[in-house]
């Protein structure tokens, strides 16, 4: 299978079952920013259920290539991002050990938003004790020949690749929530779960 991929920030675990599994992916970074998509932003559970969290871009949104995107520093996301994540996963099972390289992604000031993308990427892949196998293609292709499967568009909601069912902190108040970021996965199943997904 190919597979045309946005790029996005902490993925939802479909995205990165449909990485592993692919034999050739391209990850668009050339593409246009859309609003309400995981370039930005993506998503955990809380006490209070699914929680989206957002890094800040700079600038207008629309119409903007994602290579010149570039992340703001105004507020100070990272530690509000860290914050929340640590208390939705401090006692889940493997969170105390991933929980200093998340914290030095979240602090490391990258200015471009598709390098905080990478290196959530690189986080994940060696997390999940995992190699992911992609090319980055970086100027804007409108249509792709019939043999790739693009899915740029693609709201990654579980319809090509369910996800699977483990305890998460909160599940007792919330039920289970499926397809959350792949941290979601990783503190809470370990490093070989995505392999078993």
């Known amino acids: 299978m190919k597979v ?12 990165l079952q449909i990485l592993q599994k692919a034999d050739e992916v391209l990850i668009c970074a050339g593409e246009y920013f859309r609003k309400q998509t995981y370039h930005n932003r ?3 559970a809380t006490a209070n259920g699914k929680h989206r969290l957002t890094v800040p871009v700079e600038g207008s949104k ?13 507020e100070n996301w990272p530690q509000i991002h860290q914050k929340t994540i640590a208390s939705a996963y401090k006692n889940s099972p493997y969170f105390d050990y991933f929980e200093s390289d998340l914290k030095e992604i979240l602090f490391s000031r990258c ?3 598709i390098e905080l993308s990478l ?8 997390g999940f ?4 196998h992609f090319t980055i293609q970086t100027d804007y292709i409108a249509n792709y020949s019939a043999e790739w499967n693009d899915l740029r568009a693609y709201v990654f909601d579980g319809s090509i ?3 699977p069912t483990y305890l998460q902190p909160f599940s007792d ?3 289970f929530i499926p397809n959350l970021s792949g941290l979601d996965l990783l503190f809470c199943s370990g490093p070989n779960s995505l392999r078993t997904s």
């Open 161 to 163: 690749s369910p996800s």
């Open 4 to 15: 045309i991929l946005p790029i996005y920030i902490f993925p939802p675990i479909e995205y």
């Open 111 to 113: 200015d471009a938003l």
């Open 173 to 175: 108040r919330t039920g």
């Open 119 to 126: 290196c959530s990427l690189k986080f994940l892949e060696k």
């Open 129 to 132: 004790k995992t190699k992911f």
């Open 42 to 44: 993506f998503e955990i």
């Open 62 to 74: 629309n119409h903007r290539n994602l290579s010149t995107m570039q992340i703001h520093y105004k």
